[in-house]
């Protein structure tokens, strides 16, 4: 029988893949270049890469050669790497990194990938153990998928080892869209096989909300439709669409964000407690909520969509959205969207979910906010708790992330007054050691095959099944105005107002 204690001790430890090669599709992307080649070189500084393993990027850009991608590497990873540079261990990892030049259309291309491949495994002992990393537009996947079914690189028995891809949102674009998309993946890989990445979900302060709700039970007794008003969700940020242009007005704030981000939030909030957190446990238990949202009967009333206008952000001119480079005058594409959610279950029976995003807002900020019930009968005078508002446990996401705990104290004196006050919890001034950025704790999950923070097939269309019927009943209206700089439209301040409620200002 094994020692308990060194059980526990091995289980906190970090996990270290096996030999395996990481093959990213659209390396010299914005996504590859910000967030993936950073985070390889921070798994590689904190010893989290096995020994052997490569990285293969394939483009359509023909850089001239494995030289000037070492140096788009290499500015890539000095730039975004947020643990301490270290010029030894970026060398280490330089050797490891290639780069087949190519198109998604051409046989011969993919022929060579396969070449390549088959000499790195061959030099590294790496087996057939491979991760396609999909940081291409979503139309360029049914190609890339056949290339791969072609060569017979997505074939498990033909190499022996594992296979996985790892797939980026949007997972489609409707519910019809997002079904087809799963089937032409499953006919390429195993089911268990597809990783579908919300990035959101690799944070740590989101997979805190886990700990908090089921490791403390302070909070539990308390997490029901008996205490709780309402929750607020909010993901507002201070810049416009940048780039996205043609993505952005194609897509919108809903499509963009609430229909994955947001809905998975969600989801962690209302879920019930899973017997382990075994991926599929925690997933079934997201599905349940997931399903059981229902909609306003009246969505003309319980949400809002709206565009920005121009305006002032932290001081400084913004453009509105139709003055945005590459986007059309007459647009009626949503740069802000908010919905009133409920979720039809026992728990939270009455309860609602206030879900809203938005761009151009005063600040950047994702938060969760747990609004409870104000207590009844309140011994005192009037006067006396008129700074007093809702209890409410707030947990912020980013960019402050950690949690505060807002509750009424009498004010020092010699009159009974009592206001709000804060509990703040941050991470940064708690933990010593820094929190690893979501992309580098996600490609490691893909790496070592933990699918606990990846959702399923189910979930992707089932979130769809919530946004299709907003989606519908606003086609052909036109957003609501709000200024940049401002929390988003009026007609968002008083969809909360008939209620009774107010957008807490974060």
């Known amino acids: 029988m094994g020692n308990p204690l060194r059980t526990a001790q091995d289980r906190r430890l970090p996990r270290i893949p096996e030999p395996c090669a990481l093959v990213i599709f659209g390396v010299t992307g914005d996504l590859s270049r910000k967030k993936l080649i950073p985070a390889v070189y921070d798994l590689a500084n904190r010893g989290l890469l096995p020994p052997g393993f490569v990285v293969v990027g394939f483009a359509r850009a023909d850089w001239g050669g494995e030289g000037d991608f070492e140096s788009l590497a290499y500015a890539a990873a000095k730039k975004g790497a947020r643990t301490p540079w270290r010029e030894d261990v970026w060398q280490r990892l330089n050797s490891q990194f290639h780069f087949v030049p190519g198109s998604f259309d051409d046989d011969g291309d993919f022929d060579k990938l396969a070449e390549t491949l088959d000499d790195l495994r061959e030099r590294n002992g790496i087996t057939g153990n491979t991760a396609f990393y999909f940081s291409i537009p979503p139309a360029a996947f049914p190609l890339v998928l056949n290339q791969l079914n072609r060569t017979g690189l997505a074939d498990n028995a033909k190499l022996g080892g594992w296979r996985r891809v790892v797939v980026e949102k949007p997972f489609g674009h409707d519910y019809a869209s997002a079904v087809s998309l799963n089937e032409l993946v499953d006919d390429v890989f195993n089911p268990q096989d597809v990783y579908r990445i919300d990035h959101y979900l690799g944070k740590e302060t989101v997979q805190n909300i886990l700990a908090l709700r089921f490791a403390n039970s302070l909070f539990e007794p308390v997490w029901n439709s ?172 980013q960019p402050d992330e950690g949690v505060v705990l807002k509750f009424g104290s009498k004010v020092p004196g010699t009159a009974m007054e009592v206001r709000d006050i804060a509990m703040d919890f941050q991470y940064g001034e708690a933990f010593t050691e820094s929190s690893p950025e979501a992309y580098e704790r996600l490609v490691l999950d893909v790496l070592i095959g933990d699918r606990t923070l990846f959702p399923d097939a189910a979930e992707v269309e089932q979130s769809w099944r919530v946004i299709d019927p907003l989606e519908a009943a606003w086609a052909g209206t036109t957003p609501e105005p709000y200024r940049s700089g401002e929390w988003g439209p009026r007609a968002s301040d008083e969809m909360l107002a008939r209620e009774g409620r107010a957008w807490r200002r974060a």
């Open 226 to 397: 008996k205490y709780v008003d309402s929750v607020q969700i909010t993901m507002a940020e201070d810049v416009g669409i940048g780039t996205r242009a043609a993505f952005y007005d194609a897509s919108g704030a809903a499509r963009d964000v609430l229909q994955n981000h947001l809905l998975q939030l969600l989801a962690l909030v209302g879920m019930e407690e899973p017997t382990s957190f075994d991926p599929q446990e925690v997933r079934a238990e997201k599905l349940k909520v997931l399903k059981a949202i229902s909609l306003p009967a009246d969505i003309s009333k319980g949400s809002v969509r709206g565009q920005y206008l121009p305006g002032w952000v932290a001081g400084e001119r913004a453009p509105g959205y139709l003055e945005e480079a590459n986007i059309p005058p007459d647009s009626k594409t949503e740069t802000y969207a908010a919905v009133r959610l409920g979720i039809q279950n026992r728990r939270w029976a009455g309860v609602p979910f206030y879900v809203r995003v938005g761009k151009r807002m005063p600040r950047r900020v994702t938060e969760i906010a747990i609004l409870f019930k104000q207590a009844p009968h309140l011994p005192f005078d009037p006067a006396d708790v008129e700074m007093l508002g809702h209890n409410q446990l707030v947990i912020r996401v």
